[in-house]
């Protein structure tokens, strides 16, 4: 385990360089843009293992980030928090909303649970609107977000939220990956696949559902945390439900169940749209087609990824680069694990054996 | 230690390697422009502004024929030698009003763009996203499409254009109270800034004895039956609606329902005769029904801060018309449009006045010390201490589909005690050259 450990850390520590050397060398819009895209980092990797490890799926984390966002305005406004306090508080509360939420959850599955937690992300941003005084009603509550000083004057403040919010998401995705290695993912990864047979192994399958909604709950708030910290604004308008569907498109689109398809979901979701809109005006198109055209583009880009890649974006990186690393993936299981061969071979999870989550659920209650 | 967790992690850094290249592909360089701009944004043949619009998603529909609008005028300048030599070129990207993406986009405007001014940012809750962050940067922030009063005040850098919510319920609860004096007043408002404030200004006019019921509703929530069945309980007389379009062509289907007809006053905002013809006719076939959009609308009292569409005798009608027959002929020329040629029209006005090679400083100088009258029918309160806008507009009745004006123009201030007087003036007539 503590090898497991370090090796995460040195990996983050690595990518954390490479992030600071990005940020000192880009613009200061591209430093905003890296802070944007670890949001969604952290946001898809929650729901990432949510849906790809414990097979559950969730249509409302964007109402998780809501309250998680929303705790963070509420601690800087009225405590003056410093921001590596509000960042676990924010985190922890989410925590809580989410336990009482998956433990209602855990008693549905497929279309049951994807319509309850769609009900949360489309009530839970209008509570903002019942209570205007304390959530600021429509227009949100804004917080002031500086660089410390000793940066100095001219230093950019994005480049600054760059750093925390890479720093956040690093931190968050080591978390994760000890996690899904570790004893409970590999009971997420068995109630997943056969929870009849999980629960005759001796495995809470309802504890180890409300545990995977804790924890993805946990991510979208420290997400939602990590959002007011770069848009320094909260409001009921960035949560809609299209964030929610937007989480899970990036969960789906980078690969389910891994923490590296994370990444590439929110690299999709953040850079697609400014690129194509930046080709789009630069070619003089007219406003109504270059308007439409991000949206037919991220379109584009989940049909071709879906029919070339079924598994997502890392599943072809895993399958392109799988000639190279012969060793690694057809390695059989190791002592140390219960599972069969081809999910250990796999990593986090396996793409190609997997059907369906429904299905799975479907035959877990046959 | 195994190999297979070598390989995650490798692919893990691999992916974030990935990623900042990715990140870099896009950059474009961005540095100081090395002529000898006055401000950034500026150059020897170039001004570069942009705005962030709900290009798609649920406010799209009519909002998002503004800017094209605007932008058909800049391009009528433009053709007509431009600003001091320069022509104005107008970036505006979408936001979906949603407000984290109004942060980026403003980001990107600015950061990677370096636009010279924001223009005409549409939406109250998605530019009060980036509101501070244009002023702390000091980007003029000119003419925010949203007529809430927190533009007026606190932002150096910001300035209103439009009649705001407060003032226009002031001038609607002055008429109401002038014309129906004695009759009970029932109000019907969307419960966020732009209802609220709306009620906040009719009730510095109208007596509180006279208002006997006060309903909300939320966009989200089409149920206004309890709502509208409260306001016929409490037998008021006329209703006062800060509504959107499609909830006051509901509030007035529900009444129709319930047989009830009370007279209806209704924002600016939710009164377009067209729009609102449109709407009561679909929703009325959603519910099994036919009726005669332009015969609902008859009657409703509304108010105008621009000249009305139909008054081709208006010099700026005719110009705008003209402008939009060559420059943004697809689009109709309703009122979507007539803001967003106006708006455009005020912004050349302020680069004229800021001078021939501007300062990002020398705009918002040359608004704050006032700009004159132009296309709106009142004139503007720009001063060092007051950023609002336009002062007034007309009280008017639609008949026939199309709003006909009753009486004078109208103007007053956000305070509760501050009159409602007729406003003495002229608009001036466009200029012949259709340039300011």
């Known amino acids: ?366 | 230690m195994n190999r297979s967790h070598r390989t995650r992690t490798l692919a893990v850094a691999a992916v974030v390697v990935g990623a900042l290249v990715a990140a870099g592909c896009g950059s474009s360089s961005t540095g100081g422009s090395t002529s000898a701009a006055s401000a950034p944004g500026i150059t020897k043949s170039q001004i570069l502004i942009g705005s962030h619009q709900p290009l798609t998603g649920p406010a799209a529909p009519g909002y998002s024929e503004i800017a094209p609008a605007a932008n058909a005028y800049f391009q009528y300048v433009n053709a007509h030698g431009g600003v001091y030599g320069r022509k104005i070129k107008y970036t505006y990207l979408d936001d979906g009003y949603d407000p984290s993406k109004t942060a980026s986009v403003v980001r990107q405007l600015v950061l990677q763009d370096n636009v010279y001014a924001i223009f005409n940012g549409l939406g109250t809750p998605t530019h009060l996203a980036v509101v501070k962050y244009l002023n702390s940067a000091k980007i003029p922030d000119v003419f925010v499409a949203s007529g809430c009063d927190c533009w007026a005040t606190g932002y150096p850098q910001t300035f209103g254009w439009q009649l705001d919510y407060i003032r226009e319920g002031k001038i609607l609860g002055a008429y109401v109270k002038q014309h129906f004096a004695g009759k009970k007043v029932g109000f019907f408002y969307q419960n966020d800034e732009f209802g609220l404030d709306g009620v906040k200004g009719l009730s510095y006019e109208i007596p509180s004895s006279q208002v006997v019921s006060k309903q909300s509703y939320v966009p989200t929530n089409v149920n206004i039956g309890p709502a509208v069945a409260a306001l016929k309980a409490s037998g008021a007389q006329v209703v006062v609606s800060y509504s959107i379009p499609a909830f006051t062509a509901l509030l007035k289907l529900a009444a129709l329902k319930l047989g009830w007809n009370p007279t209806f006053v209704v924002s600016s905002v939710g009164s377009d005769p067209i729009t609102l013809a449109g709407l009561l006719e679909a929703f009325a076939k959603k519910g099994g029904a036919t009726v005669q959009g332009n015969q609902l609308t008859q009657g409703i009292i509304t108010n105008g801060y621009l000249p009305t569409l139909g008054d081709m005798s208006n010099s700026w009608i005719a110009l705008f018309e003209k402008v939009h027959n060559t420059y943004d002929a697809k689009a109709p020329f309703d009122g979507n449009v007539l803001y967003g040629m106006a708006v455009g029209y005020t912004f050349v006005q302020a680069m004229v006045k800021a001078g021939k090679n501007p300062t990002r400083a020398d705009l918002t100088k040359a608004i704050s010390s006032g700009l004159p009258q132009g296309p709106a029918v009142a004139p503007y309160d720009y001063s060092a201490t007051d950023h609002g806008g336009m002062m007034g507009a007309f009280i008017g009745v639609i008949k026939n589909g199309a709003i006909v004006q009753q009486g004078p123009v109208w103007t007053t201030d956000t305070t509760p005690t501050g009159a409602v007087t007729a406003f003495s003036g002229t608009q001036p007539p466009a200029p012949s050259s259709g340039m300011p």
């Open chain 1, 1 to 366: 385990m503590t090898m497991t450990l370090l090796r995460h850390l040195a990996v983050a520590i690595v990518a954390g360089a490479l992030v600071w050397a990005a940020s000192v060398q880009l613009n200061a819009f591209r430093d905003y843009q890296i802070a944007e895209i670890a949001v969604y980092v952290v946001a898809i990797a929650g729901l990432s293992v949510l849906i790809g490890l414990s097979g559950q799926i969730s249509l409302g984390n964007g109402a998780f980030m809501a309250i998680g966002a929303y705790a963070t305005a509420l601690l800087v406004i009225h405590l003056n928090w410093p921001v590596w306090a509000v960042f676990p508080a924010s985190a922890a509360i989410t925590a809580v909303a989410g336990g009482v939420v998956g433990i209602a959850a855990a008693r549905l599955s497929g279309p049951y649970l994807a319509g309850a937690t769609l009900l949360l992300a489309v009530a839970l941003p209008s509570l903002a609107l019942q209570w205007p005084g304390v959530f600021g009603g429509d227009q949100g509550l804004s917080i002031v977000v500086t660089a410390p000083a000793r940066l100095g004057a001219t230093f950019p403040l994005t480049r600054w939220q760059a750093w925390v919010c890479s720093l956040a998401a690093l931190i968050t995705l080591v978390l994760l990956a000890n996690l899904v290695r570790s004893r409970v993912g590999r009971n997420w990864r068995a109630i997943r696949d056969d929870p009849v047979a999980a629960a005759l192994t001796g495995l809470n399958v309802g504890r180890l559902r409300v545990l995977a909604f804790v924890v993805s709950a946990t991510c979208a708030g420290l997400a939602g945390a990590m959002l007011t910290f770069t848009t320094t604004l909260v409001s009921p308008g960035s949560f809609t439900l299209s964030l929610s569907i937007a989480l899970l498109t990036g969960a789906v689109l980078g690969g389910l169940g891994t923490l590296a398809g994370a990444i590439w979901g929110a690299l999709v979701i953040v850079l697609v749209p400014t690129y194509v809109t930046d080709v789009a005006t630069s070619h003089g198109l007219s406003s109504g087609v270059a308007a439409n055209i991000p949206i037919a583009a991220y379109g584009v880009v989940l049909i071709v990824v879906m029919l070339l890649f079924p598994n997502g974006i890392q599943g072809g990186v895993r399958r392109l680069a799988g000639p190279l690393l012969p060793a690694n993936l057809t390695r059989l299981a190791s002592p140390d694990r219960q599972q069969p061969a081809s999910e250990q071979a796999e990593g986090l999870a396996s793409p190609d054996r997997r059907r369906p989550v429904s299905e799975h659920q479907e035959e877990g209650t046959k």
